[in-house]
């Protein structure tokens, strides 16, 4: 992918002043909202203002160019480039919703010091401090408008959107669809309940409207058809072309005004998570109603069951079979409240059938089994979505969480097992795995012996009303003493065991800011009633996290010497010990703990990476071959494990059958298949080599290195068929 960044001929960066930065990799009004936050807080801290604008080659053509928008002299002063941006931005404060702990005094001391704050959330509302008004902040955002400085076109349609709004400014109906219904477009292969509202809910609203009011409707959607649908219901329906000649504006430019617009009605009803309509309320210092909630219980279930009779008559109502796929989480919500699961899936599998093949479908379709408590159909549909390259691996970590829930209705313990394992191997952060991983452990299903290893010493008091409390809402005891249970977190698997989850962490996964939050909430948790080894042993894994290696390797001492048979503590200690440059006495440490734990084959595995990485190649291989056999709960190590033993002519054969192991649980992962072809390449398997570049070239996921690979190889095949 060709990224780059929007030039300031005259930039000029300064080292000591505060800058808030706005950035957001997405659409137009994610981008408008991270700005006018940015300008805000830029404003009321008189600190300076900084965009970074984003393009890619895969972005829609309305983003591609700011100055369809803004005015040259506004992009020259304030736009900023990648290079520029990227290097400041690992010290940037992250500003979220609230950012708890970051009061005036310290916020006027970090602004003193030069820190720069980072403006790149899609916010609900705005960002705010704990000292600042909310009301107060969202109207200088709306005031912050007013900076802005636009193109000569967009400024003169506004004039005339002016003129045609003041006397009695409308409703505004947001319908979005645009790439989410596209079939040929990336953010169709998702669900997106947040964005896409069905039009059946904004029918019943229509009907309910013009019973009792005359008043005009705006409508907005980056989908004409659906605009023409509601003008067909009522004269009073109104679209941005009936105000302006929209046949002079690009579609930057008439994506814009249609913002602007929206923010001049005195109400916007549109779909909760959409960036457009929230941007617009924050133009007009207003907020946007989910159309959902405007309507009665008795009307929302309307509206529902329209939906669903919709859906079971056929495709003809909707706009493509990727229209059909955005209603099906509000229909499977119908179905699962009214105990109609059953039908629901048969309708859903009749649309799977005719070729609505995406991921979501199969989540879809195994909740709905789950829902009438038919486990073998659910893990059916599983079998099924893992035989497609589907490509998204939320789905499949969502696929295989439920299925640790089909299993167990199955009395499979070991099937369970192994399928939160590849959840996590999926998504280490998927919903729900956490509260399925307590409920495993305390139902002594989950051991530190048969899942990722954690530390089962490192205690929380059982939280009141919680089922390990019995239910007791002030706290569950026995006797006087409250009742302690293992602390387990998906955030500390992920930062042992990261080598092993294969899914790329979010750079915020390793923002210090974050990091000390997170651990500042386990320390408040855990401290009191943990033995101050298991504590130990978790503050050297975060302070190595954050880089103070000398804190962790203090901590990891003390922890180890107080229990020195500790697997993990023992594996922490070596990541730290080579984290300084001991790297002997960190192989050491980690073959200890390989050898206390030689059955929890994670062990050997963390060894042989850290014996690879270290130039012992041989030994890597050989810890490796010593643990594969063992391995099917954990992708990541066979696929590692193939890539180690492909480096030895020898081991070649065993490298590319276990690279085929990796590759069938990936679902088309571009990651599994750039190692298998890493693996093919050193093997010499030119046809089949050639047969997976050009599924990545087709997709575009051809890693660089590959690239001349691929065309020497399809000139050579093309030479030999000619």
Known sequence: MITQGIQNKDEMMSKTKSAAYAFRVDRMGSRLIAMLNALRVATDYDIDFKMYWLITDTMSDEIRDPSQIFSQNFIDKYFVTKDSFESLQPDMFEVAYRNPGWDADRLASEIAKGKNLL?????????????????????????????????????TMIDKINTALDDAPPIAYHIRRGDI?????NAAKKVWPKKYTPREFYHIHLQRHSENSNGKILVFSDEPREVERLKTMSSNVLALDDMIDTAALNDAQYDFLSLYAMSRCHEIIGPPGSGFSETAALFGNATVTDVQETLSPEDHDQALALLVSHLDSGPEHFLGLADVGQTLPFATEYWLKNNKSKQ?????????????????IYVILCELYLGHDDAQAALDIRALAQKQELQFDIAMATLNLMCVRAHLAQNDKEGAIQSLCLSLWSFPNIQGAEKTMLQMVLNKLLTPDNFFPFDKMLTRFALPGSPAAGGNRVGGFIGKKPIEIPFVSIDMISRDWSLFLGKRRHRLFHHKDRIEMLYSRITAVCERCSPEHAHSSMTGLYALEMGDVKRALKQHRAATDAVPNNALYQKRFGDALIADGQIGNGITALT??????????????????????????????????????????????????????????????????????????????ARVLNAYATILKRCGSKNELLAILTVLQDVGTLRPAFRKIHDKLTADFNRKSA
């Not at 859903?348 to 609505?356: E, I, N």
């Open 592 to 669: 200890l703990a390989a050898k206390i734990e030689p059955e929890q084959i994670l062990y050997t595995a963390h060894l042989a990476e850290a014996q690879i990485q270290n130039k012992q190649v041989d030994a890597g291989i050989e810890s490796y071959r010593s643990i594969v056999a063992q391995a099917q709960n954990y992708p990541e190590v066979v696929l590692k494990a193939a890539l180690a033993l492909s480096r030895k002519k020898k081991h070649r054969e065993q490298a590319r059958k276990l690279g085929l192991i990796a590759l069938e649980n990936s679902q088309g992962s």
């Open 344 to 360: 629901g899936a048969a309708i859903t599998r009749k649309y799977l059938d005719m070729g609505l093949n995406r991921a979501y």
């Open 181 to 185: 219904i596209d079939p040929e477009s």
């Open 119 to 155: 403006l790149s959330h899609a916010f609900a509302s705005v960002a705010t401090f704990p000292h600042e008004d909310e009301a107060v902040v969202r109207a200088s955002v709306a005031a912050a408008f007013d900076r802005l400085e636009f193109n000569p076109v967009v400024a």
